[in-house]
């Protein structure tokens, strides 16, 4: 059984104890199931959840900025980072056009 490296000091030297898990290095204590206070939590279109590989289609036809290009609704994309941005959350690899930062609400998980 392979346990996670600890998140304060990256050690991998943790063990389980019951419910929590502990670093002997540094002594940090937490338990694995549960969403760390700083974790960026993004949703689709549908209210999934979104995480960093998900696959992606886009909803509705996108315009992009400063330019002709309109991504077509049905478009598949991979997610490759999730931001706490305000305008656009999602970094992704749409097919066809490239890196691009995508709203959210515009595209619901494949």
Not at 55 to 63: A, F, S
Request: proline fraction near 5%; hydrophobic fraction near 35%.
């Amino acid at each position: 059984m392979s346990l996670p490296p600890c998140p304060n000091c990256q050690s991998e030297y943790v063990y389980q104890d019951q419910s929590q898990l502990i670093c002997p290095e540094c002594a940090h204590e937490w338990n694995p199931n549960e969403v760390p206070e700083d974790a960026i939590i993004v949703k689709d279109s549908n209210g999934a959840v979104l995480e960093a590989g998900d696959k992606v289609t886009m909803i509705k036809d996108l315009k992009v900025k400063g330019s002709s290009l309109v991504i077509k609704i049905g478009t598949k994309a991979v997610v490759r980072n999730i931001n706490d941005g305000k305008d656009h959350q999602l970094d992704c690899k749409v097919d066809g056009v490239g890196e691009m930062m995508v709203t959210a609400k515009f595209v619901k998980k494949a």
